[in-house]
């Protein structure tokens, strides 16, 4: 079966400066990655290169066999930051439109009505972002990386600004796509939140896998001592 | 897999989003127009209507103005999709890159036309051009063949300096010398049509201007996609 994602001896470079430094890992359908490390290690880098942001110095990326960044790759992908990517003079509705509509998705209207009910914000739907709180605007902007039904989910740090509602409403958005065969890939601060989701866990330090390995069965206290220790 | 919208598809999407924006805002049209009027004003006022007649002098101060109101509205258009990361998403979708060049020229290019259309009579009532049917149209002619050539050469350089610390320093800086070839020959039709000469004296120009449309378009659609990588 074709990996959902492929990395093969990824490496980006900023000047001398090595970001990235030879990452490489499969993930199936329904894997999903939770990916740690502090900051600068170089995590959101890797996944701009697995989003088809940034083109790698060396190696190479695949999105079910394809490479990166072609647009076949690309439409199998959604991206959810901790910046919204929202235009905040449209309404949370408008926002969700424009992206399905760039995925050429048939039920339009459908489709965008589906994603705001999942991130329970179809209440505000006709109200501009701008109005939004900062909540909000984060569930709004994951309905709009979520709207084309991507195989692959790249969330870089994805609970930012939300509340408990809104963090369990990602949450059982995160375990539905990957009950539906989705990848996922979550880069985050939280470790017990990341190891909940994960079937695989690794450490980032320096751009490269400190660590790498299958989460279940991990102790995750025993792996919170661990990772303090080896980014400390 | 859902079938990703072709190049046209996808253009329109992203320009009727800019618009939509704009629309909802209004906050660069309205800055590009206030900057219009206040440009045409103070030529008026600086004229001195015994030195130089009103047709030789309002070429000069049409193009000014449309150089510099334009400028506001193609630094907007990519300062939107930096505000909130915007840009990444659109990236990431499966769209053409050439597309986003075209979507934004598309919503650049009724934005410039938009100034042009206020800005043309406000022109011709301060300086009492004498424009009957046939000139008016003549200009209208002129006014979207140039609105082409620099709106292809702003949306390029304005997707180039997004990104940048300066963009608003660097975006007149490196498209105003690229507007010169346009603005000339634009500039001398729009001489030709208010001194009343005949259209046929100036069509060495009108040339050169088409010559210009073309060539921007297709060099700035064709090396647009380079700018956005990193």
Not at chain 2, 84 to 110: C, Q, T, Y
Not at chain 2, 139 to 159: K, Q
């Amino acid at each position: 079966m074709t990996a959902r994602v492929e990395a093969a001896g990824l490496v980006r470079t900023f000047g001398a400066r090595r970001a990235v430094d030879g990452l490489s890992f499969t993930l199936a359908p329904g894997d999903c990655l939770a990916l740690f490390g502090p900051n600068g290690a170089g995590k959101s880098t890797a996944l701009r290169m697995l989003a088809g942001l940034l083109s790698p110095s060396a190696g190479q990326a695949r999105i079910e066999g394809v490479s990166l960044p072609r647009p076949e790759a690309r439409a199998r992908v959604g991206l959810i930051s901790h910046r919204g990517m929202l235009y905040e003079a449209l309404t949370a509705r408008e926002n969700v439109r424009f992206s399905a509509a760039l995925h050429g998705l048939r039920d339009v209207e459908g489709a965008v009505q589906r994603a705001l009910e999942q991130l329970r914000v179809a209440d505000r739907a006709d109200v501009p972002v701008r109005s939004l709180s900062r909540g909000l605007q984060q569930r709004v902007s994951i309905a709009r990386a979520i709207v084309h039904g991507p195989d692959v989910l790249l969330a870089d740090e994805p609970y930012t600004g939300l509340d408990e509602q809104g963090g369990a409403a990602l949450t059982a958005l995160l375990r539905e796509r990957r009950a539906a065969g989705a990848a996922l890939i979550v880069v985050t601060h939280h470790l017990h939140e990341g190891l909940a989701l994960a079937t695989h866990a690794a450490v980032m330090r320096a751009g490269r896998f400190a660590r790498y390995e299958r989460a279940e069965g991990l102790e995750r206290d025993r792996y919170a001592a661990e990772y303090r220790e080896l980014v400390a | 897999m859902n079938a990703a919208p072709g190049l046209l598809a996808s253009a329109w999407t992203i320009a009727r989003k800019d618009l939509a924006i704009e629309f909802r805002t209004r906050s660069a049209f309205l800055s590009a127009l206030v900057l219009s009027l206040l440009a045409i004003v103070i030529f008026y006022f600086a004229w001195d209507p015994t030195a130089i007649r009103a047709t030789d002098l309002a070429p000069g101060v049409l193009w000014v103005t449309f150089t510099f109101s334009g400028l506001l509205g193609l630094h907007r258009s990519f300062g939107v999709e930096q505000h909130d990361g915007a840009m990444d998403a659109l990236l990431v979708a499966p769209v053409p890159r050439e597309s986003i060049f075209l979507g934004k020229a598309l919503a650049n290019l009724a934005f410039v036309l938009g100034v042009q259309a206020v800005a043309l009579p406000a022109v011709a009532l301060f300086y009492n051009l004498p424009l009957d049917g046939r000139a008016f149209a003549l200009l209208a002619g002129v006014m979207v063949l140039a609105a082409l050539g620099l709106v292809s050469i702003g949306t390029m350089f304005a997707g180039m300096t997004a990104n940048t610390r300066l963009a608003e320093l660097l975006l007149p800086v490196l498209a105003l010398p690229f507007f010169v070839p346009i603005v000339m020959p634009a500039a001398k039709l729009t001489a030709a049509v208010l001194a009343g000469r005949p259209f046929g004296e100036a069509v060495a120009w009108l040339r050169i201007l088409l010559a210009f449309d073309l060539v921007f378009a297709y060099v700035c659609m064709l090396v647009f996609p380079f700018t956005l990588d990193d």
